[in-house]
Each structure stands twice: as C-alpha cells, then as structure tokens.
C-alpha cells in the first residue's frame, strides 16, 4: 500500500508541476463516456508506464506488477507534452468526435493535420509544369530519377549506369532540377492525421487556423509539431479493427452467459491452459500483432506460454533487434542453449527477466542509471538523444562523457562502461518500448 501511495504522490506531483492535469481529466472523460456507452477503450504506448493512468483506465496494465516507471511517459527533464494514444473500435470513432463536439463546442475541438510535402519526382512535376516542360519530357526524366532527392540526382545522377547519355549539362535541365530541390519541403496540401485531437482551453481561432474536414470537427491547418508548440496537447483517438471484433464477440458471449470482463484478466493468458497452449503452438492467427508468419515462428520457438514472454517476443521481432543478434542471443538464453554470461553486478538484477539482453527502452533507461547515475529522467534524454527520429550527435557526445565518468565513479572499468554504450549506442534508435 505505501509503494502505491508514494508512487501516485510522486506521478500527482511531476503531472501538476507540468501543468497537464487538465490533459489527463480530459482524457479520463472520454474514456468514461466511451465505457458508459458500451464500447471498449484500450490506452497503449508509454502512458501504460503511469500508475495514474492506470487508476483513471486509461490504460489497463499494472505498471507496478509489470516493473514500468513512469519516467519513459513523462518527467521533470522532458520538455515536450506527454502522449496518451487510445484505441476504440473502427466503429465509434466517428461518435467519440461527436461527443467532443457536443461536450466543448467545435470552436475548441479540432483534427489535426499533416502537411504533404513535395519530394522527389513530385517536386520535379510541379517545377516542370511551371516551366513549361512538356509531359514526356518529365515523364522520361522521372523515370531516370526513380527514388532519388532533386539534390541527389543533380550530385550522383551523372555517375549511375541507367542515366548514361543524359544532359546533365543542359542548362534548361539544370535550371528544372535545381528549381525542384528548392521545392523539395514545401507543403503541397493536408491530409488528416492519423487520429491526432486537440482541444484548446478557449477557442482554437486563439491558437491555429482551421479548415472544414471530410469530419464533423474542422481541422488544424498547422501540424502536430507547430501545434505543441503554440501550447496545445495532443490525444490520438486512434480506430483498431480488432477492438470492434473484441465488442462483437464479447456481446456474443456475454448473450450465451459468459461474463466478458473476465477477457480483460491479463493473469489468464498464463493461468488458462488452452490460452497458453495456442500462444505455445502459435495458434494466434486473428489475435493483433501476433498473427504474422514470423511472429507465430518466434512463438513457437519460445515455447511462449505467458505474459512477459509474450511481451518479449513482441519487443525482439523488431528487424533491428534480429540483425544485432540480440533476438538469436534471447532465444538461445531463453531456451537455455546457450549459457548467460556473467553480468556486472549492478546489472545483473536489471536484465535477470530478459536473461541479459537489453530488448527495451526501459532496460536503456535503466542501465543508464544503474551504470553511471543518470537519473531516469536524464537517461530518457540519452535515449531519446539516440532514437532515429531525433538523433543528435553533439547531445551525445556530451552525454556519452558524462555516462562514461559516472561509470567510473562506480567502480566500472572503462573497456565495460565503453561496450555497454556501444550496445546502446547501436540498440536504442529501434528500441521497443516496454509498456507500448
């Protein structure tokens, strides 16, 4: 009972410092609608690493039972908003942006957008019709081109063999070619995101301009990223074809006398021998994100018959863990066929569960901290430093020193401390994360 008090105090606290407590009673309030309504909700992403939205059923795993912390979802070093993504059936989306816009009015309620940007050969067409080129001209010159950037056909067209005899120094073709590399970037139209929602705390003329949508809300005409950086936050109501599927059978059952709640009972997957037998036998041909080919081979190859199990796997079947050989590594330790090597002490206690393979963002984190004394909110920042999609190098050289000298504060030998970042230096841009 004091775990749990002292870890919602601790969550209350960094969620009030950051001012999003409005952000987490406004979710609460969809979900609740959602539920009063009949229809499931399923939070997933880091927010599963937060034991208040757990308590609100934002989400439905125990962070606490499941060793999650809450500083991979939000803490007092993370600069940008945090990120609740909620599933509902491809059925009742359209009706949870009706209640938004019934509940705070469409002048605070919109979609967001994503801006279409020229690339490439649609950037050469809208270059070429300006100029005048005729349409087998650009379709010729399109061909040659393929994939490549306006910039990198203009650098290394000349040198590739199918663009052999082609006027690269025509100047006509010059002028179109750099002019189509200044359009390269350049937003051609909106398109609606995936599933991303604001709603702004007076009216959202105050923050964005907006457009009609093909929805009942109108739409943002700026992007998510200029969007958090006006102040607003965003909730992705997301559709899963899966989800309906889960109403409809839980509607069948619950008609036939079984009670439907019993479903959401994770402990099942382990405690019910038929559930583990099919898991076990890679009979999940139906079931979300475990039903392709590769994913029914990992399954059976594990022997999965339980929940963390099931969560590995979904981590190593990742294309980036399988070419490090970590996936080869977790099997084999897995399935003791190969030996686990001895560990540092201090990260012995950390990847025990996942037999010494580092198959998270969490164990990133968590090495980060153990290892060289970051806190979790400064390994989050290392981690996030090292992701694909914000990689900067400046960041982490200076993080790498600091790892590198608080390692050696605790006894750990530079040749150790150096292979552990390489690990994670190679490992953490296509990391899974854990409560995801």
Known sequence: A??????????????CQKGFSDYFLLVHEIVQEAERQGHRVLGRGSAANSLISYSLRLTHVDPLKNNLFFERFLNPERSSPPDIDLDFSWKIRDTIYEFLRKRWGKEQVALISTHVTMRGRGALWEAGKALGFQPKELEGISRVMGSLSAQEFLEHGASRPETRGFPFKN???????????????????????AGGVVVSPGSIYRFTPVQPSSKSLPMTQMEMRAIEEVGLVKIDILAQRSLGVFSDVSMELKTGGCFPEELENIDLISSNDSVANALKNGRTIGVFYIESPGMRGLLKKLGCRGFSELTAASSVIRPGVAESGMMAAYIERHLKQRAIPPQNRLLEPILKETHGVMIYQEDVMRVAQVLSGLTLGEADILRRAMSGKSRNQESLIELKNRFLSGASKRGVSLDFSNEIWRQIESFSGYAFCKAH
Request: overall charge positive; hydrophobic content about 50%; glycine content about 2%.
């Open 2 to 15: 004091q775990t749990v008090k002292h870890r919602l105090e601790y969550e209350f606290s960094i969620i």
């Open 171 to 193: 100047l006509a073709f010059l002028r179109l070619i750099k002019i189509a590399s200044a359009f390269e970037g350049i937003p051609k139209n909106l398109s609606l995101h």
